[in-house]
């Protein structure tokens, strides 16, 4: 089982509300990420969860907050966002090392009105 | 500079027809090296590793060249389900950096 979950598929929120985006692979991966992918670009390194301990955060804006609450499970708490953080927010998980492949998950599309 | 370089495209190739991504890199203190395939508004998918020399599986065939800091795949005949966008990886420990892609259109 090859599988990164993802939900919400797609998610509305305005610049006010509180939400959470969902994570979770089940094939024994220790190393767990998040990116945020703009349209026509790249995917760009948000977060790094390596053994469910945060060990790279690529000076993201506190109004993102992630969290690892087990080595299945990934969460991203949005808050006060604003209308530029509208974007493909992905997830990602591989083996902790050197070379290792990252599987990824389907994506949330979020809007921010 | 960025640290990984690709050509946007697109290529359009007819169906059959075999085709060349080069993508050149910066900091060689890399390891590993990945193609990727993102189709529209899907998540990237990994398509091949570049651990050594190069690799090939099936119609595709990867190469690094570490003195020239490039990589390439090459994708023989072409099928139209190989339109996409194909994105050049470098990783430096879990840290992926990706090239900004090259599109791909094979037309019937």
């Known amino acids: 089982d090859t599988e990164v979950t993802q939900t919400p598929k797609h998610l509305v929120m305005g610049m006010t509300n509180k939400k959470s985006l969902k994570c979770e692979q089940h094939m024994g991966h220790r190393a767990m990420y998040w990116y945020k992918q703009k349209a026509k670009k790249p995917p760009e390194l948000m977060f790094v969860?390596?053994?469910?301990?945060?060990?790279i955060n690529e000076s993201v804006p506190s109004r993102f907050s992630p969290e690892c609450p087990n080595s299945s499970l990934l969460n991203l708490h949005l808050h006060a966002l604003q209308p530029e953080d509208s974007a493909l927010y992905l997830c990602?998980?591989?083996?902790?090392?050197?070379?290792?492949?990252?599987?990824f998950g389907p994506g949330t599309r979020l809007t921010v009105t | 500079r960025k640290e990984v370089e690709q050509d946007p495209g697109p290529f359009n190739v007819p169906e059959g027809a075999t085709v060349a991504f080069n993508c050149t890199y910066s900091n060689s203190a890399s390891q590993s090296f990945f193609w990727y395939r993102q189709d529209c508004r899907k998540e990237p998918k990994l398509l091949m590793s570049v651990y050594s020399s190069g690799n090939e599986d099936g119609r595709f065939t990867a190469q690094l060249n570490r003195a020239s800091q490039y990589i390439s795949l090459l994708i023989r005949d072409s099928k139209l389900s190989d339109s996409a966008t194909y994105l050049c990886?470098?990783?430096?420990?879990?840290?992926?950096?990706f090239g900004g892609g090259t599109r791909l259109m094979v037309k019937p």
């Open positions: 990886v470098k990783d430096a420990g879990n840290m992926l950096t």
């Open positions: 990602a998980s591989s083996h902790p090392g050197q070379t290792s492949e990252q599987y």
């Open positions: 969860y390596s053994y469910e301990k945060l060990s």
